[in-house]
């Protein structure tokens, strides 16, 4: 005889069909599932690798930037010393000009004039004195002419002076400091 199936068929067979699609559909999801856990742990392992170097590099940074402030300070500090020593080693190689200076301003003094006060500004020197008479102010003047070290003596003032006597002269003077080059090498 004949078989003859009556069932529906059609129908287990699209039952079949749905649950082979559901099944694969989940295996298609557990898989898409773990793809995306494997490569979000790959990644923020990455990540996490370059936050490393970052801190890393960022530590490391900050010390060179500490040693560059270190190295600033120093500089500064070196240069402040070269600045020191180069004031003292001029004030070492004018030593011998200020006293060969004084030295000259006693020999050019004749006798009746007096300094009552001397200030220097720069190369300039003012004298303010008291003399005997006017001829010793010209006697001065022409010292301080004929010196090495001193040039362009200006009188300012004379008044009388009758403290000192009928003739005697205060005085207001000025010069400049030109010191002599073989001088200079002396003292040098």
Do not use: C, H
């Not at 129908?11 to 298609?28: D, H, K, T």
């Not at 500089?75 to 004084?102: H, Y």
């Not at 008479?133 to 009188?155: A, G």
């Amino acid at each position: 005889m004949a078989k003859i199936n009556l069932l529906p068929w059609r129908e287990e067979r699209r039952a079949e069909l749905q649950q082979e699609f559901l099944v694969i559909l989940g295996g298609v999801a557990v898989i898409a599932a773990g793809i995306v856990f494997v490569a979000n742990t790959i990644f923020t392992g990455f990540i996490d690798d370059q936050s490393s170097r970052n801190a890393y590099l960022s530590q490391n940074i900050a010390e060179l930037n500490k040693q560059l402030n270190e190295i600033k300070e120093l500089e500064n500090k070196k240069q402040e010393l070269l600045d020191r020593m180069t004031v003292i080693q001029e004030l070492q190689g004018n030593r011998p000009v200020i006293v060969r200076l004084f030295d000259e301003l006693v020999k050019t003094i004749p006798d009746g004039v007096f300094y009552n006060t001397l200030k220097r500004s720069g190369n300039r020197i003012t004298l303010t004195g008291t003399a005997e008479s006017n001829n010793r102010i010209s006697s001065l003047m022409r010292r301080i002419d004929s010196s090495e070290w001193f040039e362009n003596p200006n009188l300012t003032s004379v008044t009388a002076a009758p403290d000192f006597g009928e003739q005697a002269s205060n005085f207001n003077l000025s010069f400049v400091v030109s010191t002599p080059s073989a001088v200079d090498e002396e003292g040098k």
